[in-house]
């Protein structure tokens, strides 16, 4: 199915998200959408996916003018989008998830309704599409089991049995594993030979490279170009696209290294047990020194997570010692981690990192009146429980100064993109730190987003903090770790130095395959 989208405006407020945007995607090809965090990308696939309603503009498909207003209409139309955080009910089964939206739909898009005499065919529906992309999907598991690669394989299966014929993939490669990444890439490719048409949101340049055949460059909700993909030299194209998604040159670090010798233990761990809902950690010795940055590999819920919780005081361990900076840390209250100079920066910003419905502004009240809380339970301060809102404003302008939010001191944190929620999240960190736990820090970010925080990490570590981080990008883990544990169904390598790696040989650990 071609899609034309014919001068599209969308503004929140102020906010002009999309500006006159037009774009072409061929029946049989892969499209991508490049750009900057906050570029406009996802409002414009929303617009596409019913999600959001536009201002202005046309949507045509194979040359027909449709009107979508809901994710239904668009679904009705043919068109499905697979969201960066899956919708879906991890509660319900895969059969049950498989089925969402079926009922309601199914008089519209002319598919039998879920009752007990179908679903036998349903079923074995599911299973064809599994056997026909490769993907290994269980009716009856709970999708909470399910990684979030298996998540969006279920999701992909379920806009196909609804008909859908244009897919739009929002950032679908954070969060998974490289051959879940395999898998979806052949998924991709297969749908386009059968003469789909595919938009794919990226910020990764080798992603989009590897997959599509033509792509749009996004800044500030406008389109900057569009460039053809297949064919292009790989450096030539990676320094043209940088220079249209930023408006100039990135300077990429080199590999990080801490000379470690030199420092203090920071951190050490002994005999650690820590039980999960489903699996134990079992951790022998681990010690982390002054400055130094560690990075934990693992498909997702491979205990990683369980290390970084207790680390941060947020889960009791079942037996062993957590010492930091030689202070025995074990069965401290979280308010202890936290005056010891342990901060916790998670995964999902907006669930667990910042509160929704909080401005910038109010965010960085709650950060003054906790350090003063803290003040107070010294004897010998004589602090106030008043909060000066002029000082914490004028900070909140200096924070997002400085860490070049594009927000104001008014914007509530869940109107930010994610990387400015990112941002907020490490303006909001303690000035002196002492080890810093990072779950996928850089996730769903732009390249230059990400430059910038690893910048900040870095320096920090020079003054002596050191970092735990869990991403899935093992890209990221190689070039920022010095030491790496790699997690394996509650089984932990020993640290292995970062140098001695490649992407490979890391991909064959994280499958078990331990020296
Ligand atoms: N519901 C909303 N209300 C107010 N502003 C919004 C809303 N959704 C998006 N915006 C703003 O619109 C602009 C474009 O955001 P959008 O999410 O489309 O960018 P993006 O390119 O997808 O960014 P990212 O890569 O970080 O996901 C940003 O300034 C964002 O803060």
Same mark, same amino acid.
């Given at each position: 199915m071609k899609v034309e989208l014919s001068h599209i405006y969308k503004s929140f407020g102020n906010v002009k998200a999309n500006q006159d945007i037009s774009m072409t995607v061929e029946a049989g090809s892969v499209y991508g959408i490049l750009g900057e965090n906050g570029a406009g990308k996802s409002t414009l696939s929303k617009v596409l996916s019913g999600f959001i309603t536009k201002d202005a503009g046309k949507i045509l498909l194979d040359g027909i003018e449709v009107d979508i207003k809901t994710p239904a209409d668009a679904i009705c139309a043919g068109i499905g989008m697979l969201h960066q955080d899956p919708l879906d009910?991890?509660?319900?089964s895969v059969f049950d998830n498989f089925m969402a939206g079926r009922s309601t739909l199914s008089k519209k898009i002319g598919r039998k309704r879920v009752n007990t005499n179908n679903r036998h065919d349903l079923i074995k529906e599911l299973r064809q599409l599994c056997a026909a992309f490769g993907f290994d999907l269980?009716?009856?598991? $709970?999708?909470?089991?399910?990684t979030v690669g298996e998540r969006q394989q279920l999701e992909i299966l379920r806009l196909l049995s609804l008909g859908v014929k244009t897919l739009i993939l929002d950032e679908?490669?954070?969060?998974?594993s490289a051959s879940q990444k395999k898998a979806l890439f052949t998924a991709v490719k297969q749908l386009a030979s059968e003469g789909k048409s595919i938009i794919f949101v990226s910020h990764k340049l080798e992603d989009v490279e590897e997959l599509c055949d033509r792509l749009m460059v996004m800044r500030q909700g406008q389109v900057i170009g569009e460039a053809e993909v297949k064919g292009r030299d790989s450096a030539e194209l990676a320094s043209s696209l940088v220079e249209m998604m930023f408006g100039h040159d990135l300077a990429i670090p080199a590999k990080h290294s801490t000379s470690i010798e030199q420092t203090a233990p920071a951190l050490v761990i002994q005999d650690l047990q820590i039980d999960g809902d489903r699996l134990s950690l079992q951790i022998d010795k681990l010690t982390v020194q002054s400055g130094e940055i560690i990075g934990l590999a693992g498909l997702e819920g491979n205990g990683q997570q369980l290390l970084l919780l207790a680390c941060a005081g947020l889960l009791k361990p079942k037996s062993g010692k957590i010492c930091l900076n030689d202070l025995?840390?074990?069965? $401290?209250a979280y308010r202890n981690f936290l005056k010891s100079g342990i901060a916790y920066l998670p995964a999902d910003r907006l669930q667990d990192g910042l509160i929704r419905g909080l401005s910038i502004h109010e965010h960085f009240m709650l950060r003054q009146s906790n350090a003063k809380s803290n003040l107070e339970s010294n004897p010998k301060s004589h602090a106030g429980f008043l909060i000066n809102w002029s000082d914490t404003r004028k900070y909140t302008h200096q924070a997002i100064e400085t860490f070049n939010i594009r927000g104001k001191p008014s914007t509530r944190v869940e109107k930010l993109s994610g990387g400015n929620q990112q941002r907020t999240q490490i303006s909001l960190l303690?000035?002196?730190?002492?080890l810093l736990l990072m779950e996928q820090p850089t996730r769903g970010l732009d390249i230059e987003s990400t430059l910038w925080i690893w910048k900040q990490m870095m320096e920090r570590c020079e003054q002596g903090m050191s970092i735990l981080f869990i991403s899935s990008d093992l890209d990221e883990i190689l070039q920022y770790s010095d030491r790496i544990l790699v997690f394996c169904g509650g089984r932990v390598s020993q640290p292995i130095d970062a140098k001695t790696l490649t992407v490979d040989k890391l991909g064959q650990a994280i499958g078990g395959k331990f020296d």
């Open positions: 009910f991890p509660s319900l269980h009716p009856s598991d $709970r999708l909470s089991n399910l679908p490669t954070t969060g998974i025995d840390m074990t069965n $401290r303690p000035d002196q730190l002492s």
